[in-house]
């Protein structure tokens, strides 16, 4: 089960009602421990993108610092990346020691090298840090006729949370004004559950014996009979995935990511008449977004079945009225409900969203 909260959903700059952007997605795993209910300390996260102030809208949500694993920077523009100084300062002073996961773009190992450099910031954890330009460099193997190095569209990191919950995050080359990329999150976990029906029919009543045998070990009962584990026990993988896309102005460049997702997670900064205008005026340059059409274009023609679209221009106001002549939200759905017919939402700052087995379903605030 994965939860997503939405910390920031504005692009560029910051608004009254959304701040720039920031995405938390909670790695939960329902099966617990010995089939209990995972703890509300071991709720292992991954934070895509920190945009300024991203720490300050943490603290208005139950999710903690304490239990983040990874941080993805989709690109080096501000509204991405200029809150993760301040998020791993506050981490530190507040007595984090566990490692911390970062795989971003390696000029972001660079502007933190200058930070502590200039700004004295000490991190008492190691950040394990991965450049994503490096992880999409293919090696020649030994064998080959050529040396040359090539580039990769994608590129996999896989993480272990515990012994029976994996993280894969996929890295995909996007297109934007800089280097960007999307990620796709498949969250793998593993159970044993036993054939209770099959234990009460032969009289094993509900001991120890029955964690034994869940736990894969092979019992002999005080009657002399022997239970194999293999016998009473059947193995249960699930797999969910997300796809959260940076800034990018070709949605096509993730058709191959989206396959099987749950959900995708993009940018739909403004609509395709303000993208017109901007592309009419003499000093026209190109700002490499996805407009609104093309990106309800895209979703459709891959039968994407969940749609949440964010980091919209501050131009937009944040309610939803087809009659006002201001531009506002309306703007934004009525042009996506005119080309896609998949299931809808327009992210706001802290809404949520379940992803489970069941569907997509947005939870309370």
Not at 88 to 116: C, D, H, N, W, Y
Not at 252 to 261: F, K, P, R, T
Request: proline letters at 5%; hydrophobic letters at 35%.
């Amino acid at each position: 089960m994965l939860h997503l909260t939405f910390l920031g959903t504005s692009a560029g700059v910051p608004t009254k009602s959304r701040n720039v952007t920031g995405l938390a997605i909670e790695c939960l795993n329902p099966f617990g421990s010995a089939g209990h209910q995972p703890s509300r300390k071991n709720k292992p996260w991954i934070l895509v993108d920190c945009g300024e102030a991203t720490q300050h809208q943490l603290l208005k949500t139950n999710i903690s610092s304490h239990q983040l694993a990874v941080i993805c920077i989709t690109h080096v523009h501000g509204d991405h990346c200029y809150g993760l100084p301040g998020m791993l300062a506050s981490m530190a002073m507040s007595g984090r020691k566990q490692p911390l996961t970062l795989i971003a773009p390696q000029a972001i190992e660079s502007f933190l090298k200058v930070l502590k450099q200039t700004t004295q910031l000490y991190l008492p954890f190691e950040i394990n840090f991965v450049a994503i330009e490096e992880l999409l460099v293919s090696k020649p193997n030994s064998d080959a006729n050529s040396s040359l190095e090539t580039e990769q569209v994608s590129a996999t990191v896989s993480l272990d949370l515990s012994a029976t919950h994996q993280l894969n995050i996929e890295v995909i080359k996007l297109s934007h004004r800089v280097d960007s990329y999307g990620f796709r999150l498949t969250q793998t976990l593993q159970t044993i559950k036993l054939d209770i029906d099959k234990l009460k029919e032969q009289g094993v009543e509900p001991t120890e014996t029955w964690g034994k045998l869940q736990a894969g070990q092979d019992v002999t009962l005080e009657d002399g009979r022997q239970l194999k584990s293999l016998d009473y026990t059947h193995r249960q993988v699930q797999k969910l995935s997300v796809v959260v896309a940076g800034d990018n102005d070709t949605p096509q460049l993730l058709s191959e990511a989206v396959q099987g997702a749950s959900v995708l997670v993009h940018e739909a900064t403004y609509t395709q008449a303000v993208l017109d205008k901007i592309m009419a005026r003499p000093d026209a340059f190109d700002p490499m977004h996805t407009p609104v059409q093309r990106i309800a274009n895209f979703a459709q023609s891959v039968n994407l079945s969940n749609l949440i679209l964010t980091h919209f221009s501050a131009r937009y106001q944040p309610y939803d009225d087809p009659e006002s002549k201001t531009p506002n939200m309306a703007d934004i759905r009525l042009e996506v409900e005119r080309y896609y017919q998949g299931k809808l939402w327009l992210a706001r700052d802290f809404m949520r969203f379940e992803i489970s087995d069941k569907g997509v379903r947005q939870l309370p605030s």
